[in-house]
C-alpha cells in the first residue's frame, strides 16, 4: 500500500502565496504521474497541475502563470508552489499519485484545505 501524506494548506490574503507538499511512503516500485486536483464548495474536483516521471508538467489554464507543480524523486514527494492567490482558489487540494507497488494504480491524500480570503 502507498500512504500520502500532505501539508501546507491554511489561509492566505489575496496576492498572497503557499506551498502545498504531498509525501508518498509504502511499498513504492515507482512513481509515474503526481497531480494535485481540488474541489470547491459546490463544484465538481478539478485537475489542478500535474508533473509526469520526466518533469513535464500541465496546468488547469485557472492557475497557468501563477502555480507551480514540483517534485523530489528521492523523497518522493509532489509539491505545488501557489503564488497570487485568489478568492477563487479556495478550495479543498488533494494530492494524487499514480504508484506501482504491484501495479500501477491511483491513490489519493486526505486533502488539504486552501482559504484565501482577506
Known amino acids: 500500500q502507498v500512504q500520502l501524506v500532505e501539508s501546507g494548506g491554511g489561509l492566505a490574503q489575496p496576492g498572497g502565496s503557499l506551498r502545498l507538499s504531498c509525501a508518498a511512503s509504502?511499498?513504492?516500485?515507482?512513481?509515474?504521474?503526481m497531480s494535485w486536483y481540488r474541489r470547491a464548495p459546490g463544484k465538481q474536483r478539478e485537475l489542478v497541475a500535474t508533473i509526469n516521471s520526466a518533469g513535464s508538467t500541465n496546468y488547469a489554464d485557472s492557475v497557468k502563470g501563477r502555480f507551480t507543480i514540483s517534485r523530489d524523486n528521492a523523497k518522493n514527494t509532489v509539491y505545488l508552489q501557489m503564488n497570487s492567490l485568489k478568492p477563487e482558489d479556495t478550495a479543498l487540494y488533494y494530492c494524487?499519485?499514480?504508484?506501482?507497488?504491484?501495479?500501477?494504480?491511483?491513490?489519493w491524500g486526505q486533502g488539504t484545505q486552501v482559504t484565501v480570503s482577506s
Open positions: 509504502g511499498n513504492i516500485v515507482s512513481i509515474n504521474a
Open positions: 494524487n499519485v499514480v504508484a506501482r507497488v504491484v501495479y500501477s494504480r491511483n491513490y
